[in-house]
């Protein structure tokens, strides 16, 4: 059975840095594109940042370029995303998801960013 | 960057009745090489994420219900909705994944009347 967990997320202090991770399992991941997604609370989706199959080749959202840092590990079928920099408009569920199109989600991790 | 815009924001829609969705990009996502649109629908529902129901535009992921169906080319796209059913009430996004940053619309709201 396909399966993505997100975890890692949590209450933050604006400036600071939290690592969100992404266990895959029931599927290739080594095969895959992932993406991370996020969604502020009421709010639509964000396409923040994706990474190809190699972990080679990643591209970031322009609002946390230069602060996120997306990463992955395919002998432990795990996706990462360093988050530094922490904004109060960062605050959202984050989601990760497989491949360029989204097929396939997790469901999401709570990151706030508050005094 | 190529910003996406759909419509109606809300709609609400009869059991049974045929529910529109509209969704336009500021450019074409059309992939030249293979003819095909980098454009998907996704459903969500209150709090889960969202679900996959449409890429290349028209191609309906696998499990899909047939009364969804989507069409369009270049800039103009339109996700159907045939013969509402009660569970189909959630927000419906479309996403261009033809050139980066992705980008998603700003959802659609699909209640029952």
């Known amino acids: 059975q396909e399966q993505l967990v997100e975890s890692g997320g949590g209450l933050v202090t604006p400036g600071g840095s939290l690592r969100l991770s992404c266990a895959a399992s029931?599927?290739?991941?080594?095969?895959?594109?992932m993406t991370w997604i996020r969604q502020a609370p009421g709010k639509g989706l964000e396409w923040v940042s994706h990474?190809?199959?190699?972990?080679?080749?990643?591209y970031y959202a322009e609002s946390v370029k230069g602060r996120f840092t997306i990463s992955r590990d395919n002998v432990k079928d795990s996706l990462f995303l360093e988050m530094s920099s922490l904004k109060d408009e960062d605050t959202a569920i984050y989601y990760c998801?497989?491949?360029?199109?989204?097929?396939?989600w997790g469901q999401g991790t709570l990151v706030t960013v508050s005094p | 960057d190529i910003v996406m815009t759909q419509s109606p924001d809300s709609l609400a829609v009869s059991l049974g009745e045929r529910a529109t969705i509209n969704c336009k990009s500021s450019?074409?996502?059309?992939?030249?090489?293979?003819?095909?649109?980098?454009l998907a629908w996704y459903q969500q529902k209150p709090g889960q994420a969202p679900k996959l129901l449409m890429y290349?535009?028209?191609t309906r992921e696998s499990g899909v219900p047939d009364r969804f169906s989507g069409s369009g080319s270049g800039t103009d796209f339109t996700l159907t909705i045939n013969s509402l059913q009660a569970e189909d009430v959630a927000v419906y996004y479309c996403?261009?994944?033809?050139?980066?940053?992705?980008?998603f619309g700003q959802g659609t709201k699909l209640e029952i009347k």
């Open positions: 998801a497989r491949g360029v199109f989204s097929d396939f």
């Open positions: 029931g599927f290739s991941f080594s095969d895959h594109y």
């Open positions: 990474i190809n199959s190699g972990g080679t080749t990643k």
């Open positions: 450019q074409s996502v059309l992939y030249s090489s293979t003819k095909k649109d980098c």
């Open positions: 290349w535009a028209s």
């Open positions: 996403h261009q994944y033809y050139s980066l940053p992705y980008s």
